[in-house]
């Protein structure tokens, strides 16, 4: 079953076709607000339940041809070090994550995923929560629309998000136990890496650390590029999957081939 996107997003409760409107745009100064004050937003319900069912039966669907990735590395997504530094340091400070990374090429244009990501209106709304001009898609072959797999035992460690100003996800199935989504807002900025503060969270400090609750269809937008966040470990047989989307400020952006290869196992495709 194809789905179009005004049946995928719950537009009864997110308005987000009629951009003008004072339903839409008192939801964009909401949603704006949270992200500037708290460095995340939540949409809850914002899949319809039924493009919800059909993305989970996808995933599971190609999670076979997913990368299973499991590996150690910081939280700078690298797997090596840097020798003139301190073992304790963040960028020597080692954890293992795994998960199954399933990539945008293995989704084609019928996917909800897909065609959500490329919706104009959605493009449109996401740029008035993130308070930009535009918004453009990710045009790596990888990164643009990806699912992620949680099973039993698995995680996401504390990590940045690589060059991106937010990070989109959205909850497609919850674990049995475990799978939470935590995050230390402005752990760092543009202009300052506050290896101190990163220190501490890598070392077990969970002063600054907040537990963000989703459930199935919940979009969540979070600065991911300077707050540290993580996965905790999942526990059962229920996977954890989740979507991950890459909006760009400029047209023409494709990702690292360094972190590709961490993230999906390839440079490209």
């Given at each position: ?11 009864d409760r ?48 190609k ?47 019928a ?10 209106p ?40 690589s060059?991106?100003?937010?990070t ?18 402005n ?11 990163v ?10 650390v ?6 199935a ?49 390839r440079?490209?495709?």
């Amino acid at each position: 079953m194809t789905m179009t996107p005004e049946q995928i997003v719950n537009l009864d409760r997110y308005p987000i076709s009629d951009l003008g409107s004072d339903a839409c745009q008192t939801l964009i100064k909401q949603m704006n607000n949270d992200l500037d004050t708290r460095q995340y937003c939540v949409m809850p319900n914002f899949f319809t339940e039924a493009a919800v069912e059909i993305s989970v039966q996808e995933a599971l669907a190609k999670k076979p041809d997913g990368f299973a990735n499991s590996s150690d590395r910081n939280c700078y997504l690298h797997k090596q070090g840097e020798p003139d530094l301190p073992d304790d340091h963040p960028r020597n400070t080692f954890f293992h994550a795994s998960y199954t990374m399933m990539g945008a090429h293995l989704f084609n244009d019928a996917s909800c995923i897909v065609q959500m990501y490329y919706w104009q209106p959605m493009i449109d709304f996401i740029a008035g929560v993130v308070g930009e001009p535009a918004l453009y898609p990710n045009e790596d072959p990888l990164q643009p629309t990806n699912i992620l797999a949680y099973s039993h035992g698995d995680n996401s460690a504390w990590h940045f998000d690589s060059e991106n100003s937010f990070t989109m996800t959205l909850m497609l199935q919850a674990a049995d136990e475990g799978g939470n989504f935590e995050i230390s807002p402005n752990t760092r900025t543009d202009d300052e890496q506050h290896y101190d503060k990163v220190a501490k969270i890598v070392h077990g400090d969970r002063s600054t650390v907040q537990t963000v609750p989703r459930e199935a269809g919940a979009l969540v937008i979070f600065r991911g590029c300077n707050s540290l966040h993580r996965v905790t470990t999942v526990e059962g047989d229920k996977n954890r999957l989740m979507s991950v989307f890459v909006y760009e400020r400029e047209p023409g952006v494709t990702g690292d081939p360094r972190v590709n290869e961490t993230v999906y196992g390839r440079a490209t495709v």
